[in-house]
Nanobody, 114 residues
Framework: VQLVESGGGLVQPGGSLRLSCAAS????????MGWYRQAPGKQRELVAV???????NYADSVKGRFTISRDNAKNTVYLQMNSLKPEDTAVYYC?????????WGEGTLVTVSS
């Protein structure tokens, strides 16, 4: 599986962005798809994860603002980000776990600033 993220950019506080993560190759056996982020000088952290069966988990800092979803026909996972804050500024990474093996995308930069 190879992953390509897109949708990052510069947005003002309070604005919205939608990130996309397109998976090439077979996603049969993928049981977890998620988004992580890494801000400058900080460790990478979980933002949202979608588990096969439809359950989701979100970081407390994004609950109510971010939504993770998946389009199986397009092999794509999305992260809808609303009410963005400056502290959401980070490189956002997509991650899938297939048969227990994780694969990461290269990341897309999100900058929230006025």
């Amino acid at each position: 599986v190879q992953l390509v993220e897109s949708g990052g950019g510069l947005v003002q506080p309070g604005g919205s962005l939608r990130l996309s993560c397109a998976a090439s190759g077979s996603i049969s056996g993928v049981n977890t798809m998620g988004w992580y982020r890494q801000a400058p000088g900080k460790q990478r952290e979980l933002v949202a994860v979608l588990i096969s069966g439809g359950s989701t988990n979100y970081a407390d800092s994004v609950k109510g603002r971010f939504t993770i979803s998946r389009d199986n026909a397009k092999n794509t996972v999305y992260l809808q980000m609303n009410s963005l804050k400056p502290e959401d500024t980070a490189v956002y990474y997509c991650k899938v776990v297939k048969y227990g093996v994780p694969t990461w995308g290269e990341g897309t930069l999100v900058t929230v600033s006025s």
